[in-house]
């Protein structure tokens, strides 16, 4: 399994790479799999937003699945997309400290990539509970308490 990262964008709180890396790998709870964490401005992050969601506005992060017609030798599962200026944002507006908010949209892109999602409220609620678990085991508090 190894997980690529890429620093698109600079920011006032960026955590290392290996910090993005050691959160990816966690959330895959030992699934087998590569991918790939981008953290992006608010240009590509709208961009990429518009052009697959049909929103034209930046998001905290997105998760394109690697395309299951196409399997991929080295196990692809895809990539996840992190907006820095928006995470940044959101954990001043939610007095969050920036780390824990950028581990969290982290943690929450690699579950959508292993399947999970929040359409309906009891795979949100079972989501949620992934997410709080995982964040705890790297020491981290819940995210959805404030």
């Known amino acids: 399994m190894s997980v690529e990262v890429q620093l698109a964008a600079p920011a006032h709180h960026l955590p290392l790479a290996s910090d993005f890396r050691r959160w990816a790998k966690r959330a895959l709870q ?17 961009a990429l937003n518009g052009r697959y969601r049909g929103i034209d506005a930046p998001t905290n992060v997105l998760s394109f699945p690697a395309a299951a017609d196409q399997p991929s030798e080295a196990g692809l599962l895809g990539d996840v997309v992190v907006c820095a200026p928006v995470v940044e944002a959101e954990a001043a507006l939610q007095a969050k400290a920036p780390t824990e908010h950028f581990a969290h949209m982290v943690v929450h892109g690699v579950l959508h990539l292993r399947g999970h999602d929040h359409e309906a409220e009891a795979e949100a609620q079972a989501m949620e509970k992934m997410e709080t678990a995982i964040l705890n085991e790297l020491g981290m508090a819940d995210p959805h308490s404030t």
């Open 30 to 46: 030992g699934e087998r799999g590569d991918l790939c964490v981008r953290v992006v401005d608010a240009d590509e992050s709208q």
